[in-house]
């Protein structure tokens, strides 16, 4: 899990960050949803042509590529289109979320991003999502 705390003079300045990470996550998001297009594409052709030479040889196809679980990652030898299509669905899925609890966070932020006071805002940010947010009023 990665943390990063980074400061901020108003909440205008960190709803203006959030609204750049938005930006940055929107376009990643339409980056990998064009690419699992292309993927599903290739896995339909793949499945028909496996189908194909089933019926011409009456043999099974080549197996799914193989895949070593080492603990703390999984690696994948020649992953099929199928297999490439799940990981790139997770990555999806990671996006989005990230996206909505940031959507949420601004949300909530944003009756605040109208009040003018002396302060720094301290925020711990754990996997790129603001999970903390302190408040420190000038004098303080």
């Known amino acids: 899990m990665s943390a990063v705390v980074r ?12 609204d750049e990470e938005l930006t940055t996550l929107k376009q990643q998001l339409a980056e990998y949803l064009r690419k699992l297009e292309d993927i599903r594409t290739k896995s ?10 089933k019926t011409l040889t009456g043999e099974e196809a080549s197996p799914k590529g193989k895949v ?29 979320k990230a996206v909505q609890s940031l959507q949420n ?14 302060a720094k805002i301290v925020v711990v940010y754990k996997e790129g999502i603001p999970s903390t947010i302190m408040l420190k009023l000038a004098g303080s």
């Open 68 to 96: 070593a679980d080492l603990k703390v990652v999984k690696l994948y030898i020649n992953p099929d289109a199928e297999q490439e299509a799940a990981v790139m669905g997770e990555i999806i899925d990671r996006i989005n």
């Open 105 to 118: 966070i601004r949300k909530a932020l944003e009756p605040l991003s109208s009040v003018e006071v002396e």
């Open 44 to 53: 339909e052709q793949e499945k028909k042509l496996k189908e194909l030479l």
């Open 7 to 18: 400061e901020f003079a108003t909440f205008s300045e960190l709803l203006k960050s959030i």
